[in-house]
């Protein structure tokens, strides 16, 4: 999943809860998300830091992505 966590009602967060906690022995589920370091806060796995809030951010996922 590509997208923000935060606010902690995020819909996206709900969702990637609900997937990591339904099926967690069957598929491994990872969240790219920017580099606020409240993002690592939540009870997410495998959450990684990624863009910066500037026009960069599309190439940095892509390269994360690869």
Not at 13 to 20: D, R, S, T
Not at 23 to 50: G, H, R
Request: proline letters at 3%; glycine letters at 0%; hydrophobic letters at 40%.
């Amino acid at each position: 999943m590509v997208s923000s966590i935060l606010p902690a009602t995020n819909y996206t967060a709900y969702l990637i809860e609900a997937l990591q906690k339904r099926f967690n022995q069957k598929i491994e589920t990872f969240v790219y998300t920017s580099l606020e370091k409240e993002n690592k806060k939540t009870d997410l796995k495998n959450v990684e830091l990624v863009w910066s809030k500037n026009l960069a951010y599309p190439f940095q996922i892509y390269k994360q992505v690869l």
